[in-house]
């Protein structure tokens, strides 16, 4: 996952829409995607994919961060949701769609069915420092709690001290799981580390 750094608020709180740290930005919001959406969606995954995993994955591999693509992706996921449970949020100035979080519940073989999981939060690089990837947590919390979710996990690059900053300013915080993925054709692996939150009773 990839974050916006720049405004972190309370994972635990109520959704809100003002994170101070600037100048508002002109009908800034948070909404659940369209299928209209999904080529900026895809857009700014590649962006933010490409720019997190830099130092990390081959060019050849970088080259397969490819909008279009990840943009059918999201289409089928929208037309056929893997679950109930799942949502895909868009974050937008205007009616530009700058960031988006997907939602469901959690995958990992210790969890249960109160554990929702942070699948993906980007906001592209242009729209930083302007709090969308405060206000995409936020919903994305909020959107969990309406789900029935109770705990909140999300995984990120171990050496990625920046996200997990944010994150744990945002209320959560690391539980001690790793996991190690293979990222390219090479062997290459990255570790990623769990942070968790709890969202009962907040």
Request: aromatic fraction near 6%; hydrophobic fraction near 45%; charged fraction near 20%.
């Amino acid at each position: 996952m990839q974050y916006d750094h720049d405004h972190p608020a309370s994972a635990a709180s109520e959704l809100t829409h003002d994170h101070g740290g600037g100048a508002p930005i002109a009908d800034a919001s948070v909404r659940i995607a369209r299928p209209t959406d999904v080529p900026a969606v895809g857009l700014v995954q590649a962006t933010v994919w490409r720019e997190a995993y830099a130092a990390t994955l081959s060019p050849e591999v970088l080259d397969q961060f490819d909008g279009p693509a990840f943009a059918r992706v999201w289409r089928a996921s929208l037309a056929t949701p893997p679950s109930p449970r799942h949502e895909l949020l868009v974050a937008c100035a205007g009616d530009q769609v700058v960031g988006f979080a997907a939602i469901g519940p959690s995958g990992d073989a210790d969890a249960d069915h109160d554990q929702g999981e942070l699948l993906a939060l980007g906001v592209h690089p242009a729209a930083r420092r302007a709090g969308h990837g405060s206000r995409l947590l936020n919903a994305a919390v909020d959107t969990m709690r309406g789900r029935q979710f109770t705990r909140l996990t999300g995984w990120v690059l171990a050496g990625d001290e920046a996200t997990r900053a944010f994150l744990v300013a945002s209320g959560l915080s690391a539980d001690g799981a790793y996991r190690d993925r293979v990222v390219d054709t090479d062997g290459r692996v990255v570790r990623e580390v769990r942070l968790v939150a709890d969202l009962a009773g907040a």
